[in-house]
């Protein structure tokens, strides 16, 4: 995949009609915005396109209507906080791409900015439905992608669109694609890899396509078990994936033919059950990699294992950490991860997280601006780094 995209800023917006997929998918309660994070993070682009005199039409999916109308799922405060931090009136269709959004459109001035209903709302929306994909080019000149959350899906507003208009990223998506393009095709090196989280099959393909890219793997969190469990040593309790075994085995005799070193715990917290509820009162004790009870689970990495992948990530140039390295959700068990976000964090790598786990770890834990990029896509940085091709960015021109 070619990861040099178009922006914004490689086209000319003046006086054209710009239609914007954004990631507006913000948590709400009660019909209040929660976080407002996302509509932030959006704002550079937004600001851009009207100080370009762009007539601007802002799209996103909220939740997951299904394709019903839901008017708890209507992006109408979204609209409104856009308007409060642009200091400027945002103009809200009734519609996503029906008459109003069109009549809406069609009579935007240079600056304006107007926002389309839930894409979601529409049927054919997740279905990449082309009559949608129609509708929504025939308001607009030019396609802007600034959603990286959703670019690894084929939907008419993240992908579809750009078959009927000229496509180019926002800076949102300009930042995700360059940092982690670069990281996976010409990284400074070393490049250390950090993988963890609950399931070796949830990352099965991230493993195969890193242990082509980078000089040291590190697995922690509870996939690390089910590679225990390969080396041939009993688990206890612990996250395990009988079925993965062989392939943990596999993958440990393809880093060993390429010369990359996989690093796993050397030591472990265990417990004697899951705590519960998940930030409950634990108690804990730490066991060798090789020596954990048959009753006892592991929940953590060690203090050994802390020192053991921060002195790897220490030299390194690049790093990509993707899942906790244990249940950070428990204070008690939160020491693995807190320890490999501060190796990141003190040292002079690129260090890129990804992972909504990880990303929320990072910034909970207080190491958010430490990091060079916080990913803001779950799946789509999983699958960026699986080297998969993601539809939202693929349909870009390249520069
Ligand atoms: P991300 O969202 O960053 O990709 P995952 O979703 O793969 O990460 O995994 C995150 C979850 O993994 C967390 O909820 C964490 O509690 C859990 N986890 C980490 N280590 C263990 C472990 N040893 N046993 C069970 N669950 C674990
Ligand atoms: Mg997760």
Known sequence: MNYNKKSIEDIDVSGK????????????????????????????TIRYLVDHNA??????????PKGEWKPELSLKIVAKRISELLGKEVIMAADVAGEDAKAKAAQLQDGDVMLLENTRFEKGETKNDPELSKALASLADIFVNDAFGTAH????????????LPAVSGFLVQKEVSIMGKALTNPERPFV????????????????????KVDTLIIGGGMAYTFLAAKGYAVGKSLLDESKI????????????????????VDVVVADTFPDPIDGPIEVSTVDADAIPADKEGLD??????????????DAKTVVWNGPMGVFENPTLAKGTIAMAQ?????????????????????QLGFADKITHISTGGGASLEFLEGLELPGIACLEDK
Do not use: Q, W
């Not at 007539?55 to 997951?64: A, E, P, Q, T």
């Not at 899906?153 to 009927?164: C, I, L, N, P």
């Not at 890899?193 to 082509?212: F, M, P, Q, T, W």
């Not at 190796?343 to 910034?363: K, N, Q, R, W």
């Open 17 to 44: 009609r710009v239609l914007c997929r954004c990631d507006f998918n913000v948590p709400t309660k009660n019909g209040v915005i929660t976080s407002d994070k996302r509509i932030v993070a959006a704002m550079p």
């Open 55 to 64: 007539k601007v039409i802002l799209c996103s999916h909220m939740g997951k």
């Open 153 to 164: 899906r084929a939907h008419s507003s993240t992908a579809g669109v750009a078959d009927y």
């Open 193 to 212: 890899a950090v993988l963890g989280g609950a399931k070796v099959s949830d990352k099965l393909n991230v493993i195969n396509n890193l242990l082509e």
């Open 246 to 265: 062989d392939y943990c085995k596999e993958m440990m005799a393809k880093a060993e033919a390429k010369g990359v070193k996989l690093l796993l715990p």
């Open 301 to 314: 990495i060690g203090e050994k294992s802390c020192a053991l992948f921060a002195s790897a990530v220490k």
């Open 343 to 363: 190796a990141l964090a003190d040292s002079s790598a690129t260090t890129i997280v990804g992972g909504g786990d990880s990303a929320a770890a990072c910034e």
